[in-house]
């Protein structure tokens, strides 16, 4: 078993029709939090490679979030999964399986954080993110924040223009 890609998103869902991995805001390198401290539900997305001799083991991964110093932000999950005997450990070949999972993560300070998978023998995959402090809109000075979300929260709120369903193009003024 072997992890193939590992990363934190805002929503991460394994579709059980499809088996597909829809994933929203993926590949974050950064978390950003109103204040500290904060909750927040990281989403962690796995693709795992499976080498046909290894269909019908159990396998048990570890997740945890720490602060770089070590020091927890999440309690310790293990999640065990097999993969049964079937079709697919005919054909000698590995195949991908994706699973996704939501971690209630508790930020107490900012700085670099990581995601860490890992089986009773080692770490597996480390996911690195920086935790940052955003401004409510203003700052400490009472300047204007440049955020892209401060700028759509601004009171008063930006006039809305009225939108034609006719093409441009095809409007005859006379």
């Keep these: 078993m072997r992890i193939e890609s590992a990363f934190i998103a805002d929503h991460a869902e394994v579709n059980p029709a499809t088996r597909t991995l829809d994933v929203r805001s993926g ?30 083991r159990a396998f048990t991964l570890g997740i945890d979030v ?3 110093d070590e020091l927890p ?12 005997r079937g079709m697919h450990a005919a ?6 399986y994706r ?9 107490y300070d900012v700085g670099l954080h990581s995601v860490i998978v890992g089986d009773e023998d080692s770490d597996v995959a480390h996911v690195q993110f920086i935790v ?8 400490l ?22 939108q034609h369903s006719v093409t441009p193009w095809f409007v005859h003024t006379e």
């Design 99 to 107: 699973f996704a999972f939501s971690l209630p993560v508790d930020f």
């Design 141 to 162: 000075t009472g300047r204007a924040s440049h955020e892209p979300w401060a700028i759509l929260c601004r009171h008063p709120p930006v006039p809305e223009v009225p």
């Design 73 to 84: 932000v999440m309690l310790h999950q293990d999640f065990s999964f097999e993969i049964p």
């Design 27 to 56: 590949f974050q390198s950064s978390i950003r939090v109103p204040r500290l401290p904060f909750r927040h539900v990281l989403a962690l997305a796995l693709v795992v490679q499976v080498a046909s001799d290894e269909y019908g």
């Design 132 to 139: 940052q402090m955003v401004t409510t809109g203003r700052t």
């Design 66 to 68: 720490d602060r770089v």
């Design 91 to 96: 054909d000698g070949v590995s195949h991908h």
